[in-house]
């Protein structure tokens, strides 16, 4: 083992990318192993088709944190996000509901629908903000375990309980709703629109195997709420570039600090000896030394792949094959001739520089779950629609356009298994769904990329193709993410850490763990 | 009645929210959209096209043209190649600043000079016993302003003239979509981008070939507030905003001279004479008292200061222009005269005049916050501008989409 480093991190997604780069702020020697070609995990752009760049998996940004983007000075190394302005929700009458970044737009807008609704949206936004505020400072904090009596834990929980009881009583209880109903229930005491109702709700499932009337989905409503660009909750964005970029800022500046990045290197194992990792082997029978090994990877392929299970505690063991991942969602790319016309808004306009979500009425999404629950993708599903070419026009060539559509639900564990067949079939319903909004969509497709919860798995390593490497579920979250005792970033192995989505705070492209995770290889390192 | 620039006809249908600026007696689109966030990331993520012909723009001509503007401004124009283009400061006889502008090479003997300010009079009067002819050809001139990343790729699509060769403020003489066109690599955004000078009868031909050959690469419109956030992230000044010209002051110390500007590189002090040499070279022997900088404030600080409220930190999105203290030590070090939140930076910017031995790069100060009706004090940090200063601004070939 002729290199030495103080810290090898394993997966390059951006997490470990976060990681890596604060780790060489702070002076260390780092190594990140990706088994890909490339870095960025699901954050990744790539030319499917000669001239149309997609961001493959992951495709919009809400949550980078902004101290990330300062301290890594990640605009230096090219990151660019950029506004994504609207949401248009095509209705089965031919009308739509469209949400606008300009507030008086948006309220005349669902005036049209509900006058009621209109006046209640401002409430609600100010609710939800105060929520967002609530939650927000648990995402920048390592979790502390309320069973601890250490110094440190309580400190921790004192702090927080400092902090609720400032929320005050009102918003104190519509804290605990929010953690415990549906987000149909609890948008139910909000609204009377559906289509509205629906297309909030939306973002309450995503990447949860739950549909909008099951308990605990009005937190990852709250999760996606919590999207914040510029201190300015609740908007989202498009990094120039595509997903790949954020990743490609974030090595750059890792790079910058002295971070050595090895693609095409898979690792096999953690190297552990006498109860304390001390490298990896790579899956070329290399081995690599160093002081401390942490690993992006999900849970499982971290505790039961890369770990032999005897150096872990059989306890923890049974928690991590317990934790739940039931990737619910899938992918479809299309590269376009021309921009799709919807029915409801025909021609070439600023709804088309927004997301655009196939969700009508709570019905349709709930349905949209009741063939998953059976084992079935869903026939008439959820879409989360975006255009990146209407923002970024380099993403495809001069006139051309690239669609991005976030499916849900596409189970893991499909009746059958997913193979080529279906996938197709997975894919037709899909185009066949935008179509009946949007007619000219089949004859302006150029290309299409479907992605399966089973190619993601494969592709990405994500295991079962959970998007958030393991649900966010309230008994998978904050100090019980990815098992109780076991969410500091800290592992039964003495030098092995986790730095991915599946540790507190969760998924999206926010960085969030990886930071937290330097934070607190560093401050053991002491 | 205030006038309309010669766009006007295709500007005025895109301004939703009907915010109008008013410049040099014109008015100019604040933002077309009602929110300009779009506009603003054109200029940063694809090209965005700016009206700016209420610009004051003068020919210069005859035998003594170079000895008419050598006497004017701080810059040597003697210097100045054919195709080349000369920011420049030009103060009066105590070394102070009057305005700021450019100085375009068009042939050996003929100038365009552009400035902020109507100028004329200053001209004619330092033309006194020289051979020289001044034509004010502000109206007759339109000009636009394309700028960002795609901006060269946009161009060449429109035009007949290879521009890879066109350096960082040089120009050329071009047809677009056969318009005789002046193009020059100049801009107020500090990204790539270019200046298109056109006779304003071909004003409106030129915007629809502009437009048809950049929509493909993202070109928007966009107006004066999404500029003003690009302006300060580039850290170049504003007259009437950041500095007082010497002709308006009512008091001496409203007025700057270039070098408390951070203008100093362009004070040829080795030139035989100029306005105001004579109390600059005294001012360069003694160094200036002021210093134009940067100024970072810390987010962490601005956030605190919030909290206390129970607010989340209120960012000014549009970026704004008054007069707002910095401290340092005990007392009050200087002030900052523009700033705003860099949605590109995610960093909270200001460019600020501060007494030298406090205006070091690095050096911590304090920059006054009003949260919820109170002032208070943010921490923040001296900096070198400019904030964003891409390769791609000087960077030749390639680039664009």
């Known amino acids: ?526 | 009645m205030l006038k309309v620039t010669p766009f006007h006809p295709r500007t005025a249908p895109l301004a939703q929210g009907q915010a109008w600026r008013r410049w040099a007696g014109y008015v100019v689109a604040s933002s077309y959209e009602l929110l300009h966030d779009r506009e603003y990331h054109a200029i940063r993520g694809a090209a965005a096209l700016f009206d700016v012909s209420p610009l004051y723009k003068y020919v210069i001509g005859g035998r003594d043209a170079v000895r008419l503007l050598d006497r004017v401004v701080t810059r040597n124009v003697a210097k100045c190649r054919v195709g080349q283009v000369l920011y420049t400061p030009w103060c009066d006889a105590d070394g102070k600043q009057i305005d700021d502008g450019t100085i375009s090479r068009l042939t050996e003997g003929t100038f365009r000079m552009t400035a902020a300010d109507p100028n004329l009079r200053w001209l004619h009067r330092n033309a006194a016993g020289l051979d020289v002819t001044i034509e004010d050809v502000s109206e007759r001139t339109a000009a636009l302003s394309l700028q960002g990343p795609n901006a060269r790729t946009i161009l060449q699509v429109a035009a007949d003239f290879d521009l890879t060769g066109l350096k960082y403020f040089h120009l050329t003489s071009a047809r677009i979509r056969s318009i005789p066109v002046t193009i020059s690599r100049t801009g107020y955004t500090g990204d790539l981008g270019y200046e298109i000078w056109v006779d304003a009868a071909q004003a409106v031909p030129l915007w629809d070939a502009l437009i048809a050959a950049g929509t493909p690469y993202g070109l928007t419109p966009a107006g004066m507030l999404a500029l003003d956030v690009a302006r300060i992230e580039a850290g170049l000044l504003l007259i009437e905003v950041d500095y007082i010209s010497s002709h308006r002051a009512f008091i001496e110390a409203q007025k700057s001279s270039p070098f408390e500007l951070g203008l100093g590189w362009t004070v040829a002090l080795d030139k035989e004479q100029f306005n105001g040499k004579g109390a600059l070279l005294g001012e360069q022997r003694r160094g200036a008292a002021w210093q134009f900088m940067g100024i970072e404030v810390d987010w962490d600080s601005l956030e605190r200061l919030y909290a206390e409220v129970r607010l989340p930190p209120r960012l000014p999105t549009v970026a704004w222009r008054a007069s707002v203290p910095i401290y340092a030590d005990g007392g009050q070090v200087g002030y900052a005269t523009s700033g705003g939140w860099s949605p590109l930076l995610k960093q909270y910017i200001a460019l600020a005049h501060l007494e030298s031995a406090f205006a070091r790069p690095g050096t911590p100060v304090r920059m006054e916050i009003t949260v919820e009706h109170r002032r208070k004090q943010a921490a923040a940090r001296v900096a070198k501008t400019p904030f964003f200063n891409p390769e791609r601004k000087r960077g030749g070939g390639g680039g664009g989409a």
């Open chain 1, 1 to 526: 083992m002729p290199q030495r480093y103080d810290a090898i991190v394993i997966g390059g997604g951006h997490n470990g990318l976060v990681h890596a780069a604060y780790l060489a702020r702070a002076g260390k020697r780092v190594l990140v192993l990706e088994r890909r070609p490339r870095v960025g995990g699901a954050a990744v752009t790539e030319e499917i088709f000669p001239g149309f760049k997609f961001s493959v998996f992951s495709y919009v940004v809400s949550l980078l944190r902004p101290e990330i983007i300062r301290d890594l000075e990640l605009p230096r190394h090219g990151l660019e996000i950029l506004p994504l302005e609207s949401t248009l929700t095509p209705l089965p009458n031919g009308d739509y509901l469209a949400m606008w970044s300009d507030h008086d737009q948006t309220r005349r807008e669902l005036c049209r629908h509900s006058a009621r609704d209109a006046e209640a949206y401002d409430e609600f936004g100010q609710l939800m903000h105060h929520m967002a505020m609530a939650v927000k400072p648990i995402l920048g904090m390592v979790p502390p375990d309320p069973t601890s009596l250490s110094p440190g834990d309580l400190l921790g929980l004192a702090r927080l309980a400092k902090h609720f009881r400032r929320l005050g009583e009102r918003h104190f209880h519509a804290l605990c709703k929010l953690m415990t109903m549906s987000s149909a229930d609890f948008l139910d005491e909000w609204f009377e629109f559906d289509g509205l109702k629906a297309t909030k709700a939306a973002s309450g499932i995503i990447g949860t195997f739950l549909g909008p009337r099951s308990p605990g989905t009005a937190y990852v409503l709250l999760h996606h709420y919590m999207g914040e660009i510029d201190g300015a909750f609740r908007a989202w964005g498009f990094a120039k570039g595509g997903t790949g970029a954020i990743s490609e800022a974030i090595a750059a500046a890792a790079r910058a600090r002295g971070t050595e990045i090895r693609t095409d290197a898979p690792v096999a194992r953690v190297l552990v000896k006498g109860g304390r990792a001390t490298g990896v082997a790579l899956e070329s029978g290399e081995e690599v030394a160093a002081s401390v090994v942490v690993s992006g990877l999900d849970p499982r392929r971290t505790f039961l792949q890369l770990v032999e299970e005897p150096e872990l505690p059989a306890d923890f063991v049974g928690d991590i094959r317990r934790y739940k991942f039931r990737g619910s969602s899938g992918k479809v790319n299309l590269a376009l001739a021309e921009l799709p016309d919807f029915t409801c808004l025909p021609g070439v306009g600023p709804h088309l520089r927004g997301a655009i979500s196939i969700s009508p009425s709570l019905e349709y999404v709930e349905r949209a779950y009741d063939d998953a629950k059976y084992g079935e993708f869903s026939r008439r599903p959820y879409l989360d629609i975006v255009i990146p070419s209407m923002i970024d026009p380099a993403m495809a060539p001069p006139g051309k356009h690239v669609m991005s559509i976030f499916v849900q639900y596409a189970p893991y564990y499909v009746n059958g298994g997913w193979d080529d067949a279906k996938r197709e079939a997975f894919g037709d319903a899909v185009v066949d769904t935008v179509a009946q909004y949007a007619p000219n969509i089949r004859s302006a497709i150029l290309g299409r990329q479907v992605l399966t919860p089973a190619d993601i798995e494969r592709i990405l390593g994500l295991s079962e193709g959970n998007i958030f490497q393991g649900e966010l579920s309230l008994h998978q979250l904050f100090f019980l993410r990815p098992a109780p005792a076991w969410a500091k970033y800290r592992t039964p192995v003495r030098g092995l850490y986790q730095c991915g989505a599946g540790t507190h705070p969760g998924g999206g492209i926010m960085g969030a763990s990886g930071r937290l995770a330097a934070l607190q290889v560093l401050k053991d390192w002491r």
